[in-house]
């Protein structure tokens, strides 16, 4: 409901950016659109631990986050200590409104907009629409809230389909639009196996920076190669000995196997496959053949850390887990924009 979205006073800053109570490195404020769930959040704030290493936290705060999905936004509020904004964006930056519901919920100063924009209809998987479709210009949406914010970076992630989209025409359009708005703006395909992710996931981020401010962004390197990706076997091979319910999300889907997309079987031996938003039940089986993947373990190969609880049902926690961005892959990517951004804002 749009009228529920104007955030209470403790959940909201009206600062600008400030050094820490150390004194010694600063804290850089979030704007986060099409949030989900929040794995872009989760990487950028740090603090979790994922398979037995420590995520220490990052120099980044979410301030204001929005999602359309009821569901994800629930599983957002109970995760983090912010609320979410569940609304539809497009009507909360209505220009009609003499005062849009945004602006009066904005704090002051934005330092970093992240936002993985709607997919689907650039996936290779999905229909691929693409501009044709509403889902497909909602980057636009993202593009407006830069143009009102004006933050030093913004973070936007995507399906490797949009490099293939109209013959490469759309992500030269999106790129045109957030040049427009006076920044630099690079893209590059990252996979996520290289950044500690057990999941062989490829997704396009694109990083724009102030150019009154910041020079082009630079992406991080690899962590891993091939030869040393996680396997599921380290990932979730401790979860095959627990009985259904017994962990948090350890539930599985009951959808009989037929011919389509999700119906093969996991190597333990290998980083899992890219975990998919609309399976409707068809996640992939498990390499001991005897039933699908649970969402925890679907969530363990997106990276989330097991007190990471998805609500409210199985069905809505495959969703989210597919719609997300790997924690750990945002972690490094947030890492590099912490450093980039200390840097060159001395």
Not at 101 to 108: C, G, N, R, T, W
Not at 115 to 125: N, Y
Not at 157 to 185: C, P, Q, S, W
Not at 240 to 247: A, S
Request: aromatic letters at 10%; proline letters at 5%.
């Amino acid at each position: 409901m749009l009228n529920a979205i104007v955030l209470t006073p403790n959940k909201i800053s009206n600062t600008n950016t400030l050094l820490s109570q150390s004194g010694s490195q600063r804290k850089f404020k979030i704007l986060s659109l099409f949030s989900g769930c929040g794995g872009l959040d989760l990487g950028f704030s740090g603090g979790f631990s994922f398979l037995g290493k420590k995520y220490p936290k990052r120099s980044f705060e979410t301030i204001w986050a929005n999602d359309l999905d009821e569901s994800a936004c629930e599983t957002f509020r109970r995760n983090f200590d912010h609320d979410t904004v569940c609304g539809d964006i497009t009507k909360i930056l209505d220009s009609k409104q003499s005062i849009s519901l945004f602006d009066k919920a904005m704090p002051e100063t934005v330092d970093v907009v992240l936002g993985g924009f709607p997919c689907q209809d650039f996936s290779h998987a999905g229909k691929r629409k693409g501009f044709s479709s509403k889902r497909g210009v909602l980057y636009r949406s993202m593009a407006e809230v830069i143009k009102k914010t004006r933050p030093l970076v913004f973070v936007a992630e995507n399906v490797r389909g949009l490099l293939t989209m109209n013959h490469g025409e759309a992500i030269k359009t999106i790129v045109k639009d957030f040049e427009g708005l006076g920044y630099h703006v690079v893209y590059k395909l990252l996979t996520a196996a290289d950044y500690e992710v057990p999941q062989v996931r490829e997704r396009v981020i694109i990083v724009g920076t102030r150019k009154d401010k910041l020079p082009p962004f630079e992406y991080p390197k690899p962590i891993l190669d091939k030869r040393n990706w996680i396997s599921l076997k380290r990932a979730i091979g401790d979860l095959e000995r627990h009985d259904e319910g017994k962990i948090a999300n350890h539930y599985w889907s009951k959808a009989k196997k037929n011919e389509g997309q999700g119906n093969s079987m996991v190597s333990a031996d290998k980083p899992g496959p890219t975990m998919r938003t609309e399976h409707h039940g068809n996640i992939e089986y498990h390499w001991n053949g005897k039933r699908r993947l649970s969402a925890r373990e679907a969530a363990r190969i997106q990276s989330f850390p097991d007190d990471f609880v998805f609500y409210p049902s199985t069905s809505a926690a495959y969703k989210q887990i597919g719609n997300a961005v790997p924690p750990v892959l945002a972690w490094h990517i947030a890492a590099a924009v912490e450093k980039f951004l200390n840097n060159h804002m001395k």
